[in-house]
């Protein structure tokens, strides 16, 4: 268990992370969301005592991280591929690792084989790809057969078999009862691996619940109708107490009625239908809704940006939904 | 020892194809307990037996980082060449004149002035490579306690480059004496009387002692200066040039400093340059008679300076995030 309670960094004016309170629970993986620049790496180098915090403090287990005799054996940590020296093998950068944690040597060539790094163990970390460097700093983090992990961005990098590896490999060090503590700033990806989330914007908390939850109230499911025939149908919608909007190029939006209901509606009333679709926006919308007031960097472009005018509204209602 | 950990990817996801790592496509026995559905048990125990870490596992862990990167070996390299070679260079030299003028072994000076250098870059870069690379995170990570892993690699380097300063320096001074050994002193020579035996120049203990031990001690303690200024600053290029200004400048400021309202300024800059305490351990001091004077003291001074630098790194250290 890793509680975090008020932690804040400042540099300066800037405030990388902002008043930051919640625990990592053992058993799952606790995914760690926000944009770029949100504070996820600052917060993650605290928490392994690398940073002092400005205010707050981080307690694993009750311990402070410089308090843990055995750092490797209790927590592994991968903060960035690059976090090595390009001129050592890859076998020498986790042995010069193991003895400073009195790990044997052994285990050094069983975590290579376990991230499949042994064919270029005495190749030099400077030549390997970044997907490469991401598996040596796995196996890093792995070396101590530790019962709390930390990714940070793991999946940068890797290739579609590296990321379906890494998904897997974090849910499996879950299921034997370890902490994983995950960053990512794609949405679509802790959907897949997180059993509880964590989501900060510009330093600040804004969001600390299950997946599950997090799925069942950010994703809006809806039906799409379209017809020839559609004042027609939109009298019928009516006459049954439905709500229809319109949704723009001759389709209605219907939210919830479920699409078979609607489907026996046009029939018994002989409409013509071009589409009957249900739908769900993405999570990934909803996770940009979420943050989208504290995106630090924004792009500009002429294509029409997703649509973040709702996000006060639908953070509030969300708000709402979480007293509740 | 074996792990749980595999290299194959859990059952619970029979869709996709299993597939372990690319690179080493190494057939791992499935683990059990990653079947699906089986409840998770609250708390993690590993098979690795858990020992507390303490100084020797610091020890051990820079002592593979500092052999297995190219930079030391090309700058221990370079030093034997220069300290040797020079050395040899400098002894035949001598040899082609009929007498010996100058103290035996202080023909090993002009290849360890050079080859220092070399020792300074290495102390410079066992640390601040990490910095520039981002390994140290990994080194903090790995070891919490700060002043641990600056201890460790002190230990470890000044050990290393004071052993290899002492065979370099041993070698030169044996080739010396092998060279020079038991040839007349010039008549208007200035050396020491102990140091002439019936007409002929020897090297007397003391002064084997500070061209060997001695000399390799200072070079070594130099490049200890140099961890920690490389400690202080971060920085490879910034802290080697601070070293190269630390080592010349004294001398060079002292060359333009002929007015005699500035004679005392010039005479203290010329005497605790870092060059002049080397000199004087090989009996060539910049100020006063050839043999005078031992080096010693200022040998002392620099451990002085070292410590005080090292103190400041570990503070520094200990304070700023890493």
């Known amino acids: 268990m890793i509680e975090l309670e008020g932690l804040t960094k400042r540099y300066g004016e800037k405030v990388a992370v902002n008043d930051l309170t919640f625990a990592v629970r053992p058993g799952i993986v606790t995914g760690f969301l926000g944009p770029n620049g949100a504070g996820k790496s600052t917060t993650m180098r605290m928490m392994l005592g690398l940073d002092n915090p400005t205010a707050g403090d981080v307690r694993i287990d009750g311990r402070h991280y410089a308090q843990i005799k055995h750092p490797l054996k209790y927590i592994g940590a991968l903060l960035d591929a690059k976090a090595m020296h390009g001129g050592r093998s890859a076998y020498n950068h986790l042995l010069c690792l193991a003895q400073s944690n009195g790990i044997p040597d052994s285990r050094v060539r069983e975590v290579l084989d376990t991230v499949g790094l042994t064919a270029v163990a005495k190749k030099k970390a400077k030549g390997f790809s970044l997907g490469m460097g991401q598996r040596l700093g796995i196996a890093g983090a792995l070396l101590g057969d530790p019962q709390i992990l930390m990714f940070d961005e793991p999946v940068n990098g890797l290739d579609p078999e590296g990321i379906h590896w890494i998904r897997n490999l974090m849910k499996g060090l879950a299921a034997q009862g370890r902490t994983v503590f995950v960053s990512s700033h794609l949405m679509s990806e802790m959907a897949l691996t997180a059993d509880h989330l964590v989501v900060i914007g510009q330093g600040r908390l804004l969001a600390d619940m299950s997946m599950a939850d997090f799925i069942r109230q950010n994703s809006r499911s809806y039906v799409r109708l379209r017809s020839p025939q559609q004042e027609r149908l939109r009298d019928v919608l009516h006459a049954e107490g439905i709500t229809a909007v319109e949704a723009g190029n001759g389709t209605l939006e219907v939210d919830g009625t479920p699409v078979e209901r609607l489907g026996e509606l046009a029939a018994r009333h002989s409409l013509v239908l071009h589409e009957l679709s249900p739908q769900q926006a993405s999570l990934e919308e909803a996770f940009m809704q979420l943050t989208a007031e504290s995106v630090e960097y924004h792009a500009h472009s002429d294509t029409r940006a997703p649509d973040t005018s709702g996000w006060q509204q639908s953070n509030q209602q969300w708000s709402q939904k979480r007293e509740q | ?322």
């Open chain 2, 1 to 322: 020892m074996s792990s749980p950990i595999s290299s194959q990817p859990p059952q619970q996801a029979p869709a996709a194809p299993t597939h372990p790592a690319p690179q080493a496509p190494a057939a791992q026995p499935q683990a059990p307990q990653w079947q699906g559905g089986v409840p998770a048990p609250t708390t993690y125990t590993s098979p690795i037996p858990i020992r507390s870490t303490h100084l020797g596992h610091a020890l051990a862990s820079e002592w593979t980082k500092i052999r297995s990167v190219r930079s030391t070996m090309w700058t221990l390299g370079v030093m034997f060449l220069l300290v040797i070679g020079i050395g040899l260079m400098t002894a035949v030299g001598l040899a082609s004149s009929e007498y010996t003028q100058v103290p035996l072994l202080s023909g090993g000076l002009f290849g360890l002035m050079l080859g220092q250098i070399c020792i300074v870059t290495l102390g410079v870069l066992v640390i601040t490579s990490e910095y520039g690379t981002g390994m140290i995170r990994t080194t903090m990570t790995a070891c919490p306690a700060r002043g641990r892993v600056l201890a460790a690699k002190a230990v470890v380097f000044f050990g290393l480059s004071f052993t290899m300063t002492l065979i370099a320096t041993t070698l030169t001074a044996l080739i010396q004496s092998a060279m020079l050994g038991g040839r007349p002193a010039g008549e208007f020579s200035s050396l020491p009387q102990e140091s002439i035996v019936n007409g002929e120049v020897i090297a007397t203990n003391s002064e084997w002692l500070a061209a060997t031990v001695g000399a390799a001690l200072y070079v070594a303690l130099l490049g200890l200066l140099a961890l920690a200024v490389g400690a202080m600053l971060r920085h490879s290029a910034g802290a080697i040039t601070t070293m190269l200004g630390v080592i010349l400048l004294p001398l060079l400021l002292a060359l333009f400093m002929q007015m005699e309202s500035l004679r005392d300024l010039q005479e203290f800059l010329v005497e605790y340059s870092p060059l002049n305490g080397l000199a004087t351990l090989y009996q060539l001091p910049f100020m006063g008679e050839e043999g005078s004077g031992n080096g010693w003291g200022l040998l002392g001074g620099l451990a002085v300076v070292t410590v005080a630098a090292l103190a400041g790194a570990f503070a520094l250290t200990h304070k700023r995030d890493v």
